[in-house]
């Protein structure tokens, strides 16, 4: 994050503020399961293998359909090039569409498990050589940085350096608030508001040219 400046800051942050807010859709529809945090499944995968219940099932299946998002976006972007952020973009705002289309109220069903092939695709709008830049979902990571960025400023580093991935883990924060609010006052309908959120990022995209880092 440190390598961007504002504009591409402000930019990240929607996107973890996004997968803040269909993750918490995700928990809640799933009881306790997680659309963009594998970290927490695999935890949840283990403890459902150690108990001989269908948690493992849940989880591993989770786990898979985010890997193959994560490719899934990869191959877009790619072949996509230049507009490879619009692109992802628009395609999360359909496939968001289609997930409220199938009816979220399975526990989990297809639609559940179809986010996190999302938000893994999500992780790969801020791609570039094959590589992520920005997991926009890592934030066991961002608190990391966070925390040496503190210690560098504490040893004679830059003092605020710390303050940019502090803003990527209150995005997502945040996010998971309006979502968790949003979903246990209306339900799954509310992902809508994620299909309008990822075509605005997707036209905030096409408007701030990619600079490399």
């Known amino acids: 994050m440190t390598r961007y400046d504002s504009t591409d800051r402000a930019f990240a942050i929607g996107l973890a503020a996004l997968a803040g807010y269909v993750d918490a859709i995700g928990f809640l529809a799933t009881g306790g399961f997680f659309v963009s945090f594998m970290s927490g499944n695999t935890t949840r995968l283990g403890v459902g ?3 001989l219940s269908g948690e493992a099932a849940v989880a591993i299946r989770l786990i898979v ?5 994560v490719a899934l976006g990869s191959l877009v972007a790619r072949a996509a090039g230049q507009w490879r952020r619009p692109v992802i973009l628009i395609l999360i705002a359909a496939l968001l569409g289609g997930c409220v289309l199938l009816d979220g109220r ?3 069903g ?3 498990a179809f986010l996190a092939l999302i938000m893994g695709m999500e992780n790969t709008v801020l791609s570039g050589d094959g590589e992520v830049r920005v997991g926009i979902t890592y934030m066991t990571g961002t608190l990391v940085r966070v925390g040496q960025q503190i210690a560098a400023a504490i040893t004679g580093g830059p003092g605020g350096g710390w303050i940019p991935h502090l803003m990527l883990w209150a995005g997502l924060m945040c996010g998971a608030w309006i979502g968790a609010a ?9 992902l809508w508001a994620g299909v309008g959120a990822a075509l605005a990022l997707a036209v905030v995209s096409m408007v701030i040219p990619e600079r490399a880092t």
């Open 106 to 108: 399975a526990q989990p």
């Open 49 to 51: 293998l150690a108990s």
């Open 110 to 112: 297809p639609a559940v």
């Open 182 to 190: 949003a979903y246990m006052a209306l339900g799954f309908s509310v």
């Open 65 to 69: 359909m985010f890997v193959g998002g």
